[in-house]
């Protein structure tokens, strides 16, 4: 999706290595906070009335750069210390125009879900980002939000950067996801909340539900009705938002990189706090437990309204999985880290109905061939399948890959290098701080060394 020679970053590109250790992960660590949940608790912020306090924020690039968009529009934001952000709203429909371009940086539910705050707004802006969002498809959330009355233009093709006129007087929408998008029906959901009447989403497929959710604690009507593997949103339309405090459990898409390592370097037991276990994100949990990882929750408890355990990973073997389609929108972010845990199974993986990885921050299903092929594993792509055919042993490494701005893709390479025969090197750990800042130190503490260090 992205051409490596545009990537544009205040800091040079960034290669780091990561070796096997001299022993195990081991002991506990908590990793930083949700990413969805950290954008919503923003943007719901500056929507309600009142001071939203929240706690255990993810100051990852992508959340900062939502922070500095609610900013533009005219909330006050402010840090009041690590994770603890305070946000002053302007109420349904009080959004400013910002003076300037809203620089969404890697960020594709950022520049999605903006999409459908300033589409409910009488006011003019232009969204962007860098060279990875720019090449991601943005029609999926333009054509619904053009029936609400908004107006876009962007490049062929529906690409950043994309001029918005919102509308003054936005219609309800009713509408059908022709792709199972969290994003998108955030979009239409926002847009939905400036609109007389009802705004209705239908989902093929349920996908995570953390707008929804975080409507309701902030005083909004939404019925949710399942139907099938899918589901029906109704939103009453202008409701008064107002301010609610939100606690932001850690991020169980964060939390699959240290247990994951966890499960693949021998000697590992290690346990990874407060995870957020909302039923729509831990697809990748069950997966790993079908392939037989000693995988154990503790401490299931409500943490701030949200459901969180504590994960235990201990080091064992295991064995090819064969993953159903319908799983996939609950672990839509996890298949390359999965696809690393599955060149060290023995026997077939299978990980069916992954067209939507071809349009995450690089096409992932290539990138994550590409990583594995660097490192002496092969794998292919049928149609949307994604295959595996191993016998257990560790795979060689050694390997130096391409992370295309994308920090899922770099962080499995580490964990893969982690566990390999010889190191393995990637091109760029820069975008690691998109969802994970400190990823590297807290391997490393987990490790009792540096395994994962900077290319001398
Ligand atoms: O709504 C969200 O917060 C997200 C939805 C998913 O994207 P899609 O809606 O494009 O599947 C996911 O990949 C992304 O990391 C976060
Ligand atoms: C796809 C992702 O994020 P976004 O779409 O917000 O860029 C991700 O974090 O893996």
Known sequence: MSNPASVEHASPALPLRATRPARGLTGRLRVAGDKSISHRALMFGALAVGRTEITGLLEGEDVLRTAAAMRALGATVERLGEGHWQVAGRGIGGLLEP?????????????????????????????????????????????????????????????????????????PLDYRLPVASAQVKSAVLLAGLC?????????????????ENMLRHFGATVRVEHQGHGRIIELEGQPELTAAPVHVP????????????????????????????????????????????????????????????????????????????????????????????????????????????????????????????????????????LILRRDGRPPAGGGFVTTHMDHRIAMSALVLGLASEAPVTVDDGRFIDTSFPGFAALMNGAAGGSPIGPVE
Not at 133 to 150: E, I, Q
Not at 289 to 305: H, K, Q, S, W
Not at 328 to 334: G, H, L, N, R, V
């Open 99 to 171: 003076a300037d371009v809203l620089d969404m940086g890697n960020s594709g539910t950022g520049a999605r879900l903006i999409a459908g705050l300033i589409a409910g707004h009488p006011i003019f802006a232009v969204l962007t980002g860098d060279a990875s969002l720019r090449s991601r498809p943005m029609k999926r959330v333009m054509d619904p939000l053009s029936a609400s009355g908004a107006r876009f233009t962007s490049r062929t093709g529906g690409r950043l950067p994309l001029a918005i006129e919102g509308a003054a007087e936005p219609l």
């Open 195 to 211: 609109a007389r009447g009802t705004t209705r989403v239908e989902e093929p497929e349920a996908t995570r539900d953390h707008t």
């Open 250 to 385: 850690a991020d169980p898409s964060s939390a699959a990189f240290p247990l994951a390592a966890a499960l693949l370097v021998p000697g590992s037991s290690l346990t990874v706090e407060g995870v957020g276990l909302n039923p729509l994100r831990t697809g990748l949990f069950t997966t790993l437990r079908e392939m037989g990882a000693d995988l154990v929750v503790t401490n299931e408890r409500l943490e701030g309204g949200e459901l969180v355990g504590d994960i235990t990973a201990t080091h064992g073997p295991l064995r090819g999985v064969d993953v159903p389609g319908e799983r996939a929108p609950s672990m839509i972010d996890e298949y390359p880290i999965l696809a690393v845990a599955a060149a060290f199974a023995s026997g077939t993986s299978r990980f069916r109905g992954l067209k939507e990885l071809r349009v995450k921050e690089s096409d992932r299903l290539a990138a994550t061939v590409a990583l594995l092929a660097a490192n002496g594993v092969t794998a292919e792509v049928e149609g949307d399948d």
